[in-house]
């Protein structure tokens, strides 16, 4: 993907030892079988050389998944925990707030309120975070699939952003990414696609508002 260069230089620049994987472009591979979209790959590779975090971009740089040295698979929500409890417990967070969307597990929503902080949800889609985040003055918004915003440095996702914030929160409070990991719990959850004749706003449906109010 995009990053398949640059990514390995600005982690060894900043000292780390980095093993590649899907960094042999020909046009045609983008995303094939790595990346975000197959984070078993780096998983697999994070178990059998022993590394500290694995970092999976997608094909465009603009969503990560991590992987702690364990093994387990972290996904946007968890690493938008860590990076919400970090700039908490610096008091960097604006009136205690984190922007995601509909998609994140009710988990992040339970975390923000045990840290007497808010989640603000949006329809799906980074410019619809951004648009919130602006809104009410955030900094810190994302998504479940790894879009991740840091306002104060981008006004877009970037992966490589992202996994360096993680890096940094790592090396300054001398934990792994498995100890960090263990902020959130992430509730079950499952996504079920209802095929429609023709999309409408919710709101606008009364028998979804009485399921919803009933819920």
């Given at each position: 993907?995009?990053?398949?260069?640059?990514?390995?230089?600005?982690?060894?620049?900043?000292?780390?030892?980095?093993?590649?994987?899907?960094?042999?472009?020909?046009?045609?591979?983008?995303?094939?079988?790595?990346?975000?979209?197959?984070?078993?790959?780096?998983?697999?590779?994070?178990?059998?050389?022993?590394?500290?975090?694995?970092?999976?971009?997608?094909?465009?740089?603009?969503?990560?998944?991590?992987?702690?040295?364990?093994?387990?698979?972290?996904?946007?929500?968890?690493?938008?925990?860590?990076?919400?409890?970090?700039?908490?417990?610096?008091?960097?967070?604006?009136?205690?707030?984190?922007?995601?969307?509909?998609?994140?597990?009710?988990?992040?929503?339970?975390?923000?309120?045990?840290?007497?902080?808010?989640?603000?949800?949006?329809?799906?889609?980074?410019?619809?975070?951004?648009?919130?985040?602006?809104?009410?003055?955030?900094?810190?918004?994302?998504?479940?699939?790894?879009?991740?915003?840091?306002?104060?440095?981008?006004?877009t996702g970037d992966g490589?952003?992202?996994?360096?914030?993680?890096?940094?929160?790592?090396?300054?409070?001398?934990?792994?990414?498995?100890?960090?990991?263990?902020?959130?719990?992430?509730?079950?959850?499952?996504?079920?696609?209802?095929?429609?004749?023709?999309?409408?706003?919710?709101?606008?449906?009364?028998?979804?508002?009485?399921?919803?109010?009933?819920?």
């Amino acid at each position: 993907g995009a990053t398949y260069r640059v990514a390995p230089l600005i982690f060894q620049e900043l000292g780390a030892t980095v093993i590649k994987l899907g960094v042999d472009p020909d046009g045609l591979n983008i995303n094939h079988e790595c990346g975000s979209l197959h984070p078993e790959l780096v998983r697999s590779k994070v178990l059998e050389s022993g590394a500290d975090l694995g970092i999976a971009l997608d094909g465009d740089g603009d969503r990560v998944i991590l992987v702690d040295e364990k093994g387990k698979i972290l996904d946007g929500d968890q690493v938008m925990a860590i990076c919400a409890n970090d700039f908490l417990t610096k008091d960097l967070l604006p009136d205690r707030k984190l922007v995601a969307t509909v998609m994140s597990n009710m988990a992040l929503e339970v975390f923000m309120q045990e840290k007497q902080g808010q989640l603000i949800r949006t329809p799906v889609g980074d410019r619809n975070v951004v648009e919130a985040m602006r809104k009410h003055k955030c900094i810190l918004g994302g998504e479940q699939s790894g879009h991740l915003i840091f306002l104060q440095y981008s006004t877009t996702g970037d992966g490589i952003l992202a996994a360096l914030q993680m890096l940094k929160i790592m090396q300054e409070n001398q934990k792994t990414a498995s100890e960090l990991a263990t902020l959130l719990e992430l509730f079950p959850q499952k996504l079920v696609n209802v095929p429609v004749e023709r999309k409408v706003p919710f709101d606008s449906v009364p028998e979804i508002q009485r399921c919803t109010s009933e819920a």
